[in-house]
């Protein structure tokens, strides 16, 4: 299948903003989907996906108490894209929510100047996919001081076979603002499915934002996330990426640090096996003095499985006195188990402590001996190891329940 013919797919999709008429323009007229000759994609065919057959399911559920971590949290549930009213709760005080597809007219005007800012659509041709078929999303806005106690959950469900979702969400944290999001991806019954997902952040002076990324669709599906963040003077954003399954998984998260004293931290654990792929690319682009940045991917994987991880440090020429650390830390658990991993460091201030860094190995056999010389079973000793190595990424979850969720994923997934 061309590009064409899968552009044909989406084209009788209602459009809500004007801004999607240009993208679909920019995709049908000369921008084309990425190939391995592009170096950010070298490790990563999406032939799979641009020549599969797609639908729009409309299916029902008849409780989603199995997709929630923690019943207490705040949930806002889409199903195959669409906003589920049933299945939502209200916010708490302190948050405006709308879907995009019923946005009312005071706030569109504001949806409208900050929506596609972040992501260049004559270059980028899945967050342009996005923008171009994107049926809704969610526009949530933390209000100026606001402190919010309870988690907000963006609940993604994926439901029917082959059905295609671009997930849109907008996300203003208002200066001063303390919040906690959970984006959450869940399948069920969805294989052929695929998910293309673009989601915008802005986080305003003083504020505090943390965002856990949860990728659960299942092992027949594909997803593509876009995570672009901008943060302004003081604020303080961490994300923290769980890939628990999917078929082929790329994450693209990209923090612009553009104005000085702010924290930013990038975390991420990725667990493969089968013929299982997840790529995650990240950039943290530092344009101002005084920022700190800290980055943090751990990945097993297991069988022919592949991983890949391009994580790139910017610090440009104003941005002095910046502090930005990098790691990736791989163990595989077969010999036909493969990672390719490229951290990078791109400086052009001379006031800076930056330091970048990989590892790739297996399991410590000598570990590995003294907890079953010490009555473990085999299976018990690797599942601890396993634990033991993903902790460091486990405990930057600020979260109990979720901490909880991915400690008995691996206990689960490694039993």
Aim: with cysteine; net charge negative.
């Amino acid at each position: 299948m061309n590009k064409d013919s899968f552009l044909k797919q989406f084209d009788n999709l209602p459009e809500h903003f004007a801004i999607q008429a240009e993208a679909r323009a920019a995709l049908h007229n000369g921008l084309n989907f990425p190939t391995t000759k592009n170096e950010r994609w070298k490790y990563t065919r999406v032939n799979t996906i641009i020549d599969a057959t797609y639908a729009q399911n409309q299916m029902e559920l008849s409780d989603i108490d199995s997709f929630k971590i923690h019943k207490d949290w705040k949930y806002l549930t889409f199903i195959n894209g669409m906003f589920s009213e049933q299945w939502s709760d209200q916010v708490p005080d302190g948050v405006e929510f709308s879907s995009l597809s019923n946005i009312s007219d005071s706030d569109k005007g504001t949806v409208l100047s900050k929506m596609g800012t972040l992501f260049n659509l004559k270059q980028d041709a899945f967050p342009s996919l996005n923008m171009a078929y994107f049926l809704d999303g969610a526009y949530i806005k933390v209000k100026r001081n606001a402190r919010i106690e309870t988690s907000i959950v963006i609940l993604n469900i994926s439901l029917g076979e082959s059905q295609a979702i671009n997930a849109r969400n907008l996300i203003h944290v208002e200066q001063g603002a303390e919040v906690k999001f959970v984006h959450q991806f869940e399948g069920q019954g969805n294989a052929g499915a695929f998910t293309n997902s673009v989601c915008e952040i802005f986080v305003d002076d003083n504020a505090k934002a943390d965002y856990y990324l949860i990728e659960d669709e299942g092992s027949e599906t594909s997803a593509i996330t876009n995570t672009n963040v901008s943060q302004k003077k003081d604020s303080r954003f961490t994300i923290v990426t769980v890939t628990k399954s999917g078929k082929l998984i790329r994450n693209n998260i990209h923090l612009s640090i553009t104005e000085p004293g702010c924290e930013s931290n990038m975390m991420g654990v990725y667990f493969t096996d089968g013929n299982q792929h997840v790529d995650n690319q990240t950039y943290a682009d530092h344009q101002d003095h005084g920022c700190n940045s800290n980055e943090l991917y751990k990945g097993v994987m297991a069988d022919r499985s592949t991983g890949v991880f391009n994580g790139k440090i910017m610090v440009h020429k104003a941005a002095q006195q910046t502090n930005a650390f990098q790691s990736n830390q791989n163990i595989l658990l077969s010999d036909k188990a493969t990672i390719n991993t490229k951290p990078e460091l791109e400086i052009y201030a001379d006031d800076v402590k930056c330091s970048h860094g990989c590892t790739i190995g297996q399991l410590d056999e000598e570990a590995m001996f003294y907890l079953q010389s010490r009555g473990l079973g085999k299976e018990a000793a690797h599942r601890l190891l396993v634990q033991a190595f993903a902790q460091d990424v486990i405990d930057t979850i600020d979260l109990v329940e979720l901490k909880e969720d991915v400690e008995e994923f691996i206990d689960s997934k490694f039993s």
